[in-house]
């Protein structure tokens, strides 16, 4: 895996010389069509998450490289796990100047909801700019040392053992269902709008674990408050290699979120390939590529049009066929 980032890393430099051209109107071929107002990035979760994190880099990025005739303006939407920003989009049909920053919600939250009357697959896909993970996070100040130790913390306590986790019925929840199935134990799961929360609350006490992502936890893991017990990935990731996976210790836990941009139903073609264009040269960028290395972040495909389509069409399977596993009231705690 470490070796595979940075190849993509190489490749990405070379590549963004031959996109220096592009900037200020990202690409010849989508060059007759540009924004004419702010475009609204909308975030479906709370902010200091890993979704909020993404899309203000990428809002920063755009700025500092000139590579839109108009504003990004960052708007969070945390209601609902993320149904008031799905159903916002739905509703903005048509629309060339609103865009989307998913995670897995995008998927689970449609299957769960069903009343939000929100179908993913019609929205506009543009590119997915990365596959995020989990680690298992306690407090630096816990005994638990690595994941048996942990088993058995949580089952010596029983329910009121607390987990915190973005929304009812998102993925961090459907983490927390598969790893109660895997270990025969019951957890109380606390839901709160972001991942950047749930982040604090583990540091404050409040909960006793987390299944944040990288990004999330980093700042404290960094200043040495929190520890990372194992991680949800098919490999080690170079900035956690000394934490286990959950595969290497005979458990089959591997679990990974999309962070992809997406635009309402029935955009048109010309802004989709402006959009393309554009993530498509943040994506190859020097700075993308190091914050997805630093951060812990698997950037080593770049997928967009309808290839991102078919990857959300598997993806909306696949979450059906989880959800249903672990059953609905494992992962909304009804």
Not at 163 to 184: N, P, R, Y
Not at 208 to 230: H, K, L, M, W
Request: charged letters at 20%.
């Amino acid at each position: 895996m470490k070796d595979s980032r940075r190849n993509v890393l190489k490749i990405g430099l070379a590549a963004g010389l031959g996109l220096a051209v592009s900037v200020g109107m990202v690409g010849n071929a989508a060059a007759q069509w540009e924004p004419k107002k702010p475009v609204e990035f909308i975030i479906m979760a709370g902010t200091g998450g890993g979704a909020d994190q993404i899309a203000r880099l990428l809002q920063g990025l755009i700025e500092k490289k000139n590579l839109s005739p108009r504003p990004f303006i960052p708007i969070n939407k945390p209601g609902g796990s993320g149904a008031e920003a799905l159903r916002y989009l739905q509703d903005k049909a048509g629309d060339d100047h609103t865009l989307l920053v998913t995670l897995n919600s995008f998927y689970t939250t449609p299957i769960i909801q069903k009343d939000i009357g929100v179908d993913p697959s019609k929205f506009t896909p543009i590119g997915r700019m990365a596959l995020d993970t989990f680690l298992l996070w306690v407090h630096s100040d816990s005994d638990i040392k690595d994941l048996d130790g942990y088993v058995a913390k949580v089952k010596g306590t029983g329910q009121s053992w607390k987990v915190g986790g973005t929304g009812s019925g998102q993925e961090d929840s459907i983490l927390t269902a598969m790893m109660e199935k895997e270990f025969d134990y019951k957890v109380t799961y606390i839901p709160f709008p972001g991942g950047g929360t749930v982040a604090k609350n583990l540091i404050g006490k409040q909960i006793d674990s987390t299944v944040n992502n990288p990004a999330e936890q980093g700042e404290f893991y960094r200043a040495g408050q929190s520890r990372p017990i194992v991680q949800f990935t098919g490999e080690r990731m170079a900035a956690y290699k000394d934490v286990p996976t959950a595969k290497e210790l005979g458990h089959d836990i591997e679990y990974y979120m999309q962070r992809s941009i997406n635009g309402p139903p029935g955009m048109s073609k010309e802004a989709q390939d402006w959009y393309i264009n554009l993530f498509s040269t943040l994506y190859q960028s020097e700075e993308w590529q190091k914050f997805c290395v630093d951060d812990g972040l698997d950037c080593t495909e770049w997928v967009a049009g309808g290839d991102l389509a078919s990857f959300h069409a598997a993806q909306l399977t696949r979450h059906q066929e989880l959800i249903a596993a672990v059953g609905a009231e494992a992962i909304t705690g009804q």
